[in-house]
């Protein structure tokens, strides 16, 4: 199965990586099962991967603890303010006749910090899965895709930590084929002026079209 592939510890951007793709168009994020990899997901909750079989992947790093967890936001734009912490605290207690004992307690001590936001967790779940090409494949939750789709660059980092690649798929659970990029190299001009004959030998060809840009 051919499809297009991200190969990356992280990305931030989506733009970066769904080139031609269309907003609103329904994106798959997923990964094909192979004994390279079958392990790996037996780790993180997977049985004997059948189809259906659905699992909240098992907590390997930050981006899974987050999807399990959530996480809290430190909100420095507020005013601090006033918790408790618990302390031991060891003293003397008197037993009569001038004597004491040593006795601990347990105390809270007030200190001061900024304000705690809970952002609940986005428990993407993966799905074992047959497509009609007969090869089993995990994927999560088909998403429409935007730019600014938190949710969406949240699976593809799920997938990449878990796996170092993450696939993307389209419709029908096919690859989505993304448009080759062609890159055009600028040369730099030399300093100086130059007549304009000498200049158009260099940019123009024999078509009256820039070149590099055939």
Request: proline content about 6%; hydrophobic content about 35%.
């Given at each position: 199965?051919?499809?297009?592939?991200?190969?990356?510890?992280?990305?931030?951007?989506?733009?970066?990586?769904?080139?031609?793709?269309?907003?609103?168009?329904?994106?798959?994020?997923?990964?094909?099962?192979?004994?390279?990899?079958?392990?790996?997901?037996?780790?993180?909750?997977?049985?004997?991967?059948?189809?259906?079989?659905?699992?909240?992947?098992?907590?390997?790093?930050p981006i899974t603890r987050f999807n399990a967890d959530g996480k809290e936001k430190i909100r420095r734009d507020l005013e601090k303010e006033t918790c408790?912490?618990?302390?031991?605290?060891?003293?003397?207690?008197?037993?009569?006749?001038?004597?004491?004992?040593?006795?601990?307690?347990?105390?809270?001590?007030?200190?001061?910090?900024y304000p705690r936001e809970h952002i609940p967790a986005p428990s993407v779940e993966l799905t074992c899965v047959i497509n009609a090409e007969a090869q089993?494949?995990?994927?999560?939750?088909?998403?429409?895709?935007?730019?600014?789709?938190?949710?969406?660059?949240?699976?593809?980092?799920?997938?990449?930590?878990?796996?170092?690649?993450?696939?993307?798929?389209?419709?029908?659970?096919?690859?989505?084929?993304?448009?080759?990029?062609?890159?055009?190299?600028?040369?730099?001009?030399?300093?100086?002026?130059?007549?304009?004959?000498?200049?158009?030998?260099?940019?123009?060809?024999?078509?009256?079209?820039?070149?590099?840009?055939?």
């Open positions: 199965m051919d499809a297009t592939v991200i190969q990356k510890r992280r990305i931030r951007k989506l733009a970066n990586y769904f080139h031609g793709v269309e907003v609103g168009q329904q994106v798959t994020v997923g990964i094909p099962v192979t004994p390279e990899n079958q392990s790996r997901l037996q780790s993180i909750g997977f049985d004997k991967l059948a189809e259906g079989e659905t699992i909240l992947p098992r907590v390997i790093g408790y912490r618990s302390q031991e605290w060891k003293r003397q207690e008197w037993r009569g006749k001038g004597e004491t004992e040593e006795v601990m307690d347990w105390v809270d001590i007030p200190y001061k910090r089993r494949l995990v994927i999560a939750p088909a998403f429409a895709y935007a730019e600014n789709s938190e949710l969406l660059l949240h699976t593809v980092n799920l997938f990449l930590e878990v796996f170092q690649e993450a696939h993307i798929l389209g419709e029908n659970r096919q690859p989505v084929r993304l448009p080759t990029l062609k890159r055009l190299s600028w040369h730099v001009l030399p300093p100086g002026e130059q007549p304009w004959e000498q200049l158009k030998k260099g940019l123009i060809t024999d078509s009256g079209e820039l070149k590099g840009l055939q």
